[in-house]
């Protein structure tokens, strides 16, 4: 005889994505929409940084771009004081997840300071990588950096406004207009799939 179910009765339960896509807008609703002029929100990439990653395991293409470890490598400009603090606080978040998975996936990170004298394109193809956060400061590289994630397939994250409508594919942020907005076209470049009820819940530029 099978148990009986204790779980709510007569509630129709969720189904999965419904109760991930929850998680998703309470995340969202946890970041101050635009915070005091001039007034950065100490705790902010706290929040961002875990909803960047959600939003990763809605990419239904995860497993042809990733094989085994899913790897941030979190980009700085080199000499850059607000470029170099910024990039460490989001890797400070990130290495708060170490031991962890993400989607089934060991979850690693690491620091790439970018120097203006090294090959650009050879650093970042000598990286194995789910995926780039950009951080401030990296508007000269861009365009080489968005070369590289879209020929190997590689996500590119931040939470500078600049680049996700410059061509990096998700940004999480406080201080723009929409806290989350996606590039549906860049997205695509890089070999990402989104499911496509997920995007429904955030800005979604073609």
């Given at each position: 005889?099978?148990?009986?179910?204790?779980?709510?009765?007569?509630?129709?339960?969720?189904?999965?994505?419904?109760?991930?896509?929850?998680?998703?807008?309470?995340?969202?609703?946890?970041?101050?929409?635009?915070?005091?002029?001039?007034?950065?929100?100490?705790?902010?990439?706290?929040?961002?940084?875990?909803?960047?990653?959600?939003?990763l395991t809605y990419d239904r293409a995860l497993d042809d771009r990733v094989a085994d470890t899913l790897t941030v490598s979190v980009l700085y400009k080199e000499g850059d004081r607000?470029?170099?603090?910024?990039?460490?606080?989001?890797?400070?978040?990130?290495?708060?997840?170490?031991?962890?998975?993400?989607?089934?996936?060991?979850?690693?990170?690491?620091?790439?300071?970018?120097?203006?004298?090294?090959?650009?394109?050879?650093?970042?193809?000598?990286?194995?990588?789910?995926?780039?956060?950009?951080?401030?400061?990296?508007?000269?590289?861009?365009?080489?950096?968005?070369?590289?994630?879209?020929?190997?397939?590689?996500?590119?994250?931040?939470?500078?406004?600049?680049?996700?409508?410059?061509?990096?594919?998700?940004?999480?942020?406080?201080?723009?207009?929409?806290?989350?907005?996606?590039?549906?076209?860049?997205?695509?470049?890089?070999?990402?799939?989104?499911?496509?009820?997920?995007?429904?819940?955030?800005?979604?530029?073609?």
């Amino acid at each position: 005889m099978k148990p009986a179910d204790t779980r709510h009765p007569g509630r129709r339960q969720r189904p999965p994505l419904a109760r991930r896509a929850i998680g998703l807008l309470c995340a969202l609703a946890s970041i101050p929409l635009l915070p005091a002029a001039g007034v950065a929100d100490p705790g902010a990439v706290e929040k961002e940084v875990p909803l960047l990653l959600k939003i990763l395991t809605y990419d239904r293409a995860l497993d042809d771009r990733v094989a085994d470890t899913l790897t941030v490598s979190v980009l700085y400009k080199e000499g850059d004081r607000i470029s170099k603090e910024s990039a460490g606080d989001v890797y400070k978040v990130l290495e708060s997840y170490t031991n962890k998975t993400l989607a089934g996936r060991p979850l690693a990170s690491r620091l790439v300071p970018i120097d203006e004298k090294i090959v650009l394109r050879v650093l970042l193809d000598s990286l194995p990588s789910g995926a780039f956060y950009l951080s401030s400061g990296l508007e000269d590289q861009l365009q080489t950096i968005l070369d590289v994630s879209r020929r190997a397939g590689v996500a590119t994250l931040t939470g500078t406004g600049l680049y996700v409508y410059s061509g990096a594919s998700v940004c999480v942020s406080s201080d723009v207009e929409h806290p989350v907005v996606i590039n549906l076209q860049a997205s695509r470049a890089e070999g990402i799939d989104f499911d496509a009820r997920m995007l429904r819940l955030f800005h979604v530029i073609e």
